[in-house]
């Protein structure tokens, strides 16, 4: 009989930015979320893509959780980066997957279909089973962008915003992983109406 591993992954988005750094009220935001959903989680790993504002949102969640005698490093995971925003084949793939998106209309729709999205989604839950395999029983972070955060959602998400998380339970029965939930952690600080 086959024991079932697990492993929780939070996928959380960044808060306000300017540029490519958090704001003040951004770094307020991710201390919020984090107070609010992350505050008894103690992470096996912590990730975040290449882009400066999702480092400084793990070093600054570290750090806010009183962490700062948690020396592990923080991996920029290449499944996670963004920084080629600007190359022809992530514009022509990034207009593909909104294309997708607005033709599924619902995540449910998009998790069924998530093959079609090719490479970035398939990159994304890559790792995630990756991640699950390295840090089995345990839990990690990951800091990122939207729509990246949820992608690879099963349950109907509504639109991730600023410094939200998406929580996923991943399962091995022997079978391999499996996202088996996905729920959506609204931030508590929302961006003030102008």
């Known amino acids: 009989m086959n024991s079932i591993r697990t492993v929780t992954i939070f996928l959380m988005r960044h808060g306000q ?21 992350l505050a008894q989680i103690t992470f096996d790993g912590v990730y975040c893509s290449d882009m400066n504002r999702t480092m400084q949102a793990a070093e600054h969640i570290r750090s806010h959780r009183n962490n700062s005698a948690d020396t592990r490093e923080i991996v920029r995971h290449p499944a996670f980066f963004v920084g080629h925003l600007s190359s022809p084949e992530y514009l022509e793939e990034s207009m593909r997957i909104d294309k997708l998106l607005g033709e599924y209309g619902t995540t449910e729709e998009w998790h069924a279909n998530w093959k079609e999205a090719g490479t970035i989604t398939e990159g994304i839950v890559t790792a995630m089973k990756e991640m699950a ?31 939200d998380i998406v929580k996923y339970e991943l399962a091995d029965d022997g079978n391999g992983w499996r996202i088996i939930s996905s729920t959506l952690l609204p931030c508590p600080l929302k961006v003030p109406a102008a």
């Open 17 to 37: 930015k300017s540029g490519d750094a958090n704001t003040a009220f951004g770094l307020e935001q991710l201390a919020a979320s984090a107070d609010m959903y």
């Open 133 to 163: 395999e390295k840090h089995t029983g345990g839990s990690v972070l990951v800091c990122n962008h939207s729509p990246l955060v949820g992608l690879a959602a099963i349950e109907n998400l509504p639109p991730i915003g600023l410094a």
